[in-house]
């Protein structure tokens, strides 16, 4: 199950601009501790990556520390993101209410 879509209901699409930005910070807002986390290791992810597109002559870039370092994070990101399916009730609300206050159009959420 896609945690925030499905689960919470926020449509994040083409349509919506920096929806990866905003996805963290749905995850950060979330009123969980836990998927915070979550959301501000997503963002950090998504900064240095966006950094590795815009400033190749960094030269942490080309370390391989540095690639298995974020490949680590990424799938930490994964499994917590799983984790948190189980816990989804205790914070869809606080995701739903954050998401409608930053402009994210919602829909029902899935209750599988």
Same mark, same amino acid.
């Given at each position: 199950m896609s945690l925030i879509q499905e689960g919470c209901g926020v449509v994040l699409d083409k349509k919506v601009? %920096?929806?990866?930005?905003? /996805? @963290?910070?749905?995850?950060e807002n979330s009123a969980d =501790?836990? /998927? @915070? $986390?979550?959301?501000?290791?997503?963002? =950090?992810?998504? %900064? %240095?990556?966006?950094? !590795?597109?815009? $400033? /190749? !002559? %960094? =030269?942490k870039f080309a370390t391989v520390k540095n690639v298995q370092s974020q490949i680590s994070l990424a799938k930490q990101i994964v499994d917590d993101v799983k984790a948190a399916e189980s816990r989804i009730a205790e914070f869809r609300a606080s995701i739903r209410t954050y998401a409608k206050l930053i402009g994210l159009h919602l829909r029902s959420p899935s209750t599988r």
């Open positions: 601009p %920096e929806p990866h930005k905003k /996805l @963290a910070q749905c995850l =501790s836990k /998927l @915070a $986390e979550t959301g501000r290791n997503l963002n =950090s992810l998504r %900064e %240095e990556r966006r950094r !590795a597109d815009y $400033e /190749l !002559a %960094e =030269s």
